[in-house]
């Protein structure tokens, strides 16, 4: 089972607010972005709760927290912040669609654009993919899917 929100779950600005509350009962302090970032899958993103709110700040503060100033030291247990990688991984196209194919496996469906979203270690992101193949679309056509409609009914495969 995979960590994090089941499929198809939306995050709204009441879920932020209780993932923000989470954070702060295990470490005892409002998070930065970094160590969200760094956190794991199991909460929204940077990107999603900017969206949400219009900005990260303004998210930690619609849960009751205070943001952290830059350099301000962690309360509680926070969980240390890694230092990044000094060498960032490179996604080819053979690569990316590989991970597409290897999805498909482990998924027994093609990816969407909406479930690759979130990018870990086993792809790339979708902002990737659009930088390797011009769009999303192009992509799953050339790992051998047919592109979906961006709006409209899903089509489903007939025998």
Known sequence: MKPGPRDGFRWNSETIVYAFELWN????CSPTVDEWRRAGPDH???????????????????????PRRPGEA?????????????TLVRWSRHATLDAMRRWHEAHGRQPSLEQWRRADRSHPS??????????????????GFEP???SGPLRTATA
């Open 126 to 143: 979708a902002a990737t993919v659009r930088r390797l193949f011009g769009t999303w679309n192009a992509a799953v056509s050339e790992a």
């Open 74 to 86: 962690r309360g509680g247990d926070a969980p240390p912040v890694a230092p990044r990688e000094s």
């Open 44 to 66: 929204p993103s940077v990107s999603t709760v900017r969206q949400v709110f219009g900005s990260w700040n303004r998210g930690v503060k619609a849960a009751g927290l205070r």
């Open 25 to 28: 009962r295990r470490y005892l």
């Open 148 to 150: 979906r409609r961006a």
